[in-house]
């Protein structure tokens, strides 16, 4: 290898230049799917149930994954939270002594939305972070993340 970041298999794969001899010959065992800690009708239980259906789909999760994603559900429940605090409130409160505020609701939201861009970019939620895991997606119709990743 020159240099740089290996290619990903399964887009040696879709391009066509995959060669069988190189490939890995035992690769890892999936665990599954871990199981939900939250309630299933909360925040984090529906954002729990979407995120891994999506990298079940797409072949990138594994028991393993079971505290990022917890982390990440758990703050996208914070961020919502918050969100739905300061839509009722205002970004704007009034202080103790008749003073305007910022919301204390902003800087959470702000950092629970932080964190959760930092998960996501480690479960491979976005298109780039995408590019750099190997992917076994399962072509569904309509389904344009896997036309381009199977």
Same mark, same amino acid.
């Given at each position: 290898?020159?240099?740089?970041?290996?290619?990903?298999?399964?887009?040696?794969?879709? $391009?066509?230049?995959?060669? +069988?001899?190189?490939?890995? =010959? &035992?690769?890892?065992? &999936?665990?599954? @799917?871990? =199981?939900?800690?939250?309630?299933?009708?909360?925040? *984090?239980?529906?954002?729990?149930?979407?995120?891994?259906?999506?990298?079940?789909?797409?072949?990138?999760? #594994?028991?393993?994954?079971? !505290?990022?994603? %917890?982390?990440?559900?758990?703050?996208?429940?914070? +961020?919502? $939270? +918050?969100?739905?605090?300061?839509?009722? $409130?205002?970004? @704007?409160?009034?202080?103790?002594?008749?003073?305007?505020?910022?919301?204390?609701? +902003?800087?959470?939201? /702000? *950092?629970?939305?932080?964190? @959760?861009?930092?998960?996501?970019?480690?479960?491979?939620?976005?298109?780039?972070?995408?590019?750099?895991? %190997?992917? !076994?997606? !399962?072509? @569904? %119709? #309509? /389904?344009?993340?896997?036309?381009?990743? *199977?």
């Amino acid at each position: 290898m020159r240099g740089g970041k290996k290619k990903p298999e399964i887009l040696k794969i879709a $391009e066509g230049t995959s060669r +069988a001899d190189r490939r890995c =010959k &035992n690769p890892p065992k &999936n665990s599954g @799917v871990p =199981k939900c800690p939250f309630n299933i009708t909360s925040i *984090a239980g529906r954002k729990w149930t979407e995120v891994t259906t999506g990298l079940t789909r797409l072949g990138l999760i #594994d028991g393993i994954d079971a !505290t990022h994603i %917890e982390g990440l559900c758990r703050q996208y429940q914070i +961020a919502k $939270e +918050a969100d739905r605090l300061m839509s009722k $409130e205002g970004m @704007v409160i009034t202080g103790a002594r008749g003073t305007f505020l910022k919301n204390p609701a +902003a800087q959470i939201s /702000d *950092a629970a939305w932080g964190k @959760v861009r930092g998960y996501c970019n480690d479960l491979g939620l976005n298109h780039l972070s995408r590019q750099r895991m %190997e992917s !076994t997606a !399962t072509q @569904v %119709e #309509d /389904d344009i993340e896997s036309k381009y990743l *199977a």
